[in-house]
């Protein structure tokens, strides 16, 4: 058996950089950027007013005052996309909406609360200072700027600066093909009533939720008997399909009907590692063949989940030009939270939240790997190494569950 350090040092050895594609904008929330996006143009684009009232020339209104206002005549207007194409004048302005562009000539807005109407057009009342309430052309960003960097996750607020910069197409990094293949004869489907002895596929679908909500997309699914040749003829098929990884559940122990390590290797496979000093998730297996990577999990679906939490999803972010790393938060034990075997155990964990203090965190009552309602029952895991005792009130991190 290796350590869980050596198994990602493994994996992380193997890793390869997704290919890119461009995309609409309009599709690609949740996509991953492929390269720096530079500005094609400054922000914003003209010089424009940062609110309704009156562009002016700050020569015409310096020192006005309530008591002293500077009268002005109204010679045009300059709305939000209907500019001003008339010339500035002495001792003249113009109205000027938010966001309409301030012709040449001008340097100032008045706000309209700033002003009254008078005999010859406005009075001004007040002159704070040259440029006053302008948005400056380029002021935000100018042409070249790196705006988003590669391995940016894209949201809605990378959207609308994409938006905005007039990026109707994007690079994206493509999502992994995966394609997944469950074993176990006692399997049925999740629409069927089991016969004696058999239990729901439920691996299959929660491992597809899993890739999906990594960034991934399923491209093969199947299930494959307890047999040594039905499980190589499968893992031939899903390889066909040219998956970026390959997520086999069961059949990966010792068991004499447990068949899928030594299928991968006759299927071409190259082993890497297999066991890992942990609980839950001993059997995890590597191997690689050509430009797919093979993960087999352990058929126990809270190992499974585990192992693809700890191994798989910072994995999917990592091929997508993405750091390899997991989202976490500090929280203290409530109570104790011990592992007194010899691996370290991927304890889960709840934890009730009090404004002002931090989380506390207390390990969920059944951490039996067959026992599904512990992962839904967690709000993330900590690793607790073997032997390992940690007090009541002992702040402790806590990697977060999706």
Known sequence: MISIDQALDIIKKNLFILDSEEIDLENSPGRVLAA???????????????????????????????????????????????????????????RISTGAVLPEGFDTVVRVEDTESGDAGVLVKTASRKGKDVRFIGEEYQTGECLLRQGQHLSARHISILAAAGAARVSVFRRPRVALLVTGSELTSVGEAPGPGQIRDSNRLMLGAAVSEAGGVVVHSAIAGDDLAATVQAIEATFADAPDILLCAGGVSVGPHDHVKEAAVRAGFTEHFWRIRQKPGKPLFFAGKEKTLFFGLPGNPVSAYMCFCHYLRPLFAAISGQPWEYTSFTAVAAEEISNRGRRP??????????????????????????MISSIVAADGYVLVDSETVIKGGTPIEVTTLP
């Open 36 to 94: 720096d996006f530079l500005a094609p143009e400054p922000s914003p684009r003209f010089s424009n007013s940062a609110m309704d009232g009156f562009a002016v020339r700050f020569a015409d209104i310096a020192g006005a005052s309530a008591e002293s206002p500077a009268s002005l005549k109204v010679i045009g207007e300059s709305q939000a996309g209907i500019p001003y194409t008339g010339q500035p004048e002495e001792g003249c302005c113009i």
């Open 345 to 370: 155990n991927l304890v889960r964990v709840t934890c009730i939240h009090t404004p002002g203090e931090l989380p506390k965190a207390r390990a969920v009552g059944q951490q039996g790997s067959h």
